[in-house]
C-alpha cells in the first residue's frame, strides 16, 4: 500500500505576515516550502507516496503549486486550527497509517529517509529533537518507557526539547485520534489531540529524535532566517 503523506497548509500565516500562504514562502533557492517538502516526500517514498494538502487560505494558489496531489479544503480555516485540518485529513484518508507535516516545516535530505524506516515498522510517533526551546515552540516530555506523555507549547517542568511538526499515526491508533481530534476545541492544535489520545486511552506515540537532521518550523521572520541556513538544497 502507498504510504499516506498529509501536509496541513489551511492556515492564515498571521505571524511572518506574507501575502500567500505560508507554505508558498520562498527559501534562498527560490523553491518554496512546500515544494521542498514535495520534493523530499517524492525522494524518501520513491515517488510512491499518496500525498494530500489541507488547503484553506487562498486555496487556489496552493492547488496551482502541486498539481499532483489531492486536496481536502478546511473550509472554516479562518474560525479553527490544526486539530480541525488534521482531522478532516484523517476522515477522509484510506485504510493504513499516515505520516502528516506541518506545512510550514523545512528540513534537510535523509530525515524523511529515517522516518520512512518508522513508518514501515507501523508504530505511531512525534518526531523531536532535544535543542533548548522557547516558550513558542511544541514541548514534550516522556514516559518511563520512552513513549510521549506530554505534548504542548504549555509544557514547563521537565521539558525535554520541541516536536518540529513532523509525525505519524499507526492504522491501529487512528480510529482514537480521530475521535480526540473531535472532540478538540476549535482553537486547539492538533497536539492537544494526540495528549488526549495518550492520556484517555493510553494510546502509545513513540519519540523519534532527530536531532542530528535540521529541521526549522517556520513562524516568524527570524525562523526564515535560521531556514535559509539549512543546507535544504536536495541531492
Avoid at 58 to 73: G, Q
Wanted: charged content about 25%; overall charge negative; some cysteine.
Amino acid at each position: 500500500m502507498a504510504p499516506q503523506v498529509v501536509i496541513l497548509a489551511a492556515g492564515l500565516g498571521t505571524r511572518l505576515g506574507r501575502p500567500h500562504p505560508k507554505t508558498l514562502t520562498p527559501l534562498r533557492d527560490g523553491k518554496s516550502i512546500l515544494r521542498h517538502q514535495l520534493d523530499r516526500i517524492d525522494a524518501a517514498f520513491g515517488g510512491e507516496a499518496r500525498v494530500t494538502i489541507v488547503v484553506g487560505f487562498k486555496m487556489d494558489l496552493v492547488m496551482e503549486a502541486a498539481p499532483d496531489a489531492l486536496f481536502v479544503y478546511n473550509e472554516v480555516y479562518d474560525q479553527t486550527n490544526t486539530s480541525k485540518s488534521l482531522l478532516k485529513a484523517l476522515k477522509l484518508s484510506a485504510p493504513g497509517g499516515v505520516l502528516w507535516l506541518n506545512g510550514d516545516v523545512v528540513f534537510v535530505d535523509g530525515l524523511l529517509e529515517a522516518v520512512a524506516e518508522q513508518v514501515d515498522a507501523g508504530q505511531s510517533f512525534i518526531c523531536v529533537n532535544t535543542d533548548s526551546v522557547a516558550d513558542e515552540e511544541v514541548k514534550y516530555t516522556l514516559d518511563g518507557d520512552g513513549y510521549v506523555k506530554d505534548l504542548s507549547k504549555q509544557v514547563r517542568d521537565g521539558a525535554l526539547g520541541e516536536a518540529v511538526g513532523i509525525n505519524y499515526v499507526a492504522d491501529a491508533d487512528k480510529a482514537t485520534l480521530i475521535t480526540h481530534l473531535d472532540a478538540c476545541d476549535d482553537q486547539d492544535y492538533f497536539e492537544r489531540g494526540v495528549e488526549t489520545a495518550i492520556a484517555d486511552t493510553g494510546s502509545r506515540f513513540r519519540a523519534v529524535d532527530i536531532s542530528r537532521f535540521g529541521v526549522v518550523e517556520v513562524d516568524f521572520d527570524a525562523d526564515l532566517a535560521r531556514a535559509n541556513e539549512l543546507d535544504v538544497e536536495a541531492r
